[in-house]
């Protein structure tokens, strides 16, 4: 007969010369020490990520929210503090700023006013006429879809030549008949006809990314609610008017907040194109804080800038509470 070996149990005595058996911690098991591993490791693949956004986000724009309170020309050692003074001269208060932060703000509003509008009205049919193409649809949606891939400030400067007095849409309005539209100044040089025609170049470069998220909510819905429309006697308009366009309601608030912030921040067609001329007729804040920022030598001016920039960021928050605000109450 054959007995277990006995398990020896570590003891310890203690100041009073007692013995007791010694608590030993058991090492954890195999599993646990995986994951823990693999936590590391995630840790360890992302932390650069972290890194690098603490310092090119974070960092950068905590500077940019101290800078707004104080004037500086990036090259003096010493900001000088100026608390709101910034905000105020924007505003109401600096006879040279204000006023052209007022002129600046209402060609503003009107890009913002037109520009969404007119991509929703161009790229929404545009989708529902590609979504019924059955041949050559991938080809079409890559010819659409080209003015947002291709270089913009290429595509911009190719704009300025066919824009000029003796360019492509004068040619062409002249070999028309129709010379009397012709703009001896070219369509960028008039006054009247400048901000109409970058809202045109603005929503040309707009439409292709609001028709494929149009394409996208098109191809999710059910296609049994478009026949049943169908055989209730709809034509193509009631189809699309009071079936499809209510299912693409979300679609049409992320089109429209999407281009109101571009048209709000986007600065760069109007300083390829036109630099804000002729006058100020087509300077808009972005350009502004532009210039504020990098077009005036070695004027303190980056403080105003920082501010303008600011004030932009908060309109834009509110406008995107107010488009989610609406969103949710009609969805």
Same mark, same amino acid.
């Given at each position: 007969?054959?007995?277990?070996?006995?398990?020896?149990?570590?003891?310890?005595?203690?100041?009073?010369?007692?013995?007791?058996?010694v608590r030993t911690v058991a090492a954890?098991?195999?599993?646990?020490?995986?994951?823990?591993?693999? =936590?590391l490791s995630g840790y360890l693949f992302v932390a650069p990520a972290v890194v690098l956004f603490a310092v090119m986000g974070l960092y950068t724009v905590g500077y940019g929210f101290a800078l707004s309170f104080a004037t500086w020309n990036g090259f003096t050692p010493n900001w000088t503090w100026v608390g709101l003074d910034n905000y105020a001269d924007l505003l109401w208060r600096d006879p040279v700023y204000a006023p052209r932060i007022r002129h600046a703000t +209402?060609?503003?509003?009107? !890009?913002?006013?037109?520009?969404?509008?007119?991509?929703?009205?161009? @790229? $929404?049919?545009? =989708?529902? +006429? +590609?979504?019924?193409? %059955?041949? $050559?649809?991938?080809v079409l949606r890559s010819v659409y879809f080209l003015p947002y891939v291709t270089s913009g400030i290429a595509v911009f400067f190719a704009w300025q030549y066919i824009l000029q007095p003796d360019g492509a849409v004068n040619s062409l309005l002249?070999?028309?008949?129709?010379g009397s539209l012709e703009q001896p100044q070219g369509w960028l040089g008039?006054?009247?006809?400048?901000?109409?025609?970058?809202? !045109?170049?603005? !929503?040309?470069?707009a439409v292709p990314v609001a028709m494929l998220l149009y394409l996208t909510g098109l191809q999710g819905i059910d296609r049994s609610v478009l026949e049943a429309a169908q055989l209730d006697g709809a034509g193509w308009w009631r189809t699309n008017g009071s079936v499809v366009w209510p299912l693409v309601r979300p679609i049409t608030a992320i089109?429209? &907040? &999407?281009?109101?912030?571009? @048209?709000?921040?986007? $600065?760069? %067609?109007? +300083? !390829?194109?036109?630099?804000?001329?002729?006058?100020?007729?087509?300077?808009?804040?972005?350009?502004?804080a532009y210039r504020l920022a990098f077009l005036k030598n070695l004027s303190p001016t980056l403080g105003l800038a920082s501010a303008l920039g600011w004030i932009l960021f908060a309109a834009a928050l509110v406008l995107a509470l107010i488009n989610l605000r609406a969103l949710r109450s009609k969805t």
């Open positions: 007969m054959t007995t277990a070996p006995r398990r020896t149990v570590p003891k310890a005595v203690d100041e009073g010369g007692g013995i007791h058996p954890p098991p195999p599993h646990r020490r995986r994951r823990g591993y693999e =936590a +209402l060609n503003t509003l009107w !890009v913002m006013l037109a520009a969404p509008a007119l991509t929703v009205l161009v @790229s $929404f049919p545009l =989708a529902v +006429l +590609l979504n019924q193409v %059955t041949r $050559f649809q991938t002249g070999s028309a008949g129709l008039n006054p009247t006809t400048a901000m109409p025609t970058m809202i !045109v170049v603005t !929503v040309w470069g089109v429209v &907040l &999407l281009n109101l912030r571009e @048209s709000l921040q986007g $600065f760069q %067609t109007f +300083l !390829v194109m036109t630099n804000g001329g002729p006058g100020d007729h087509t300077n808009v804040l972005g350009l502004e």
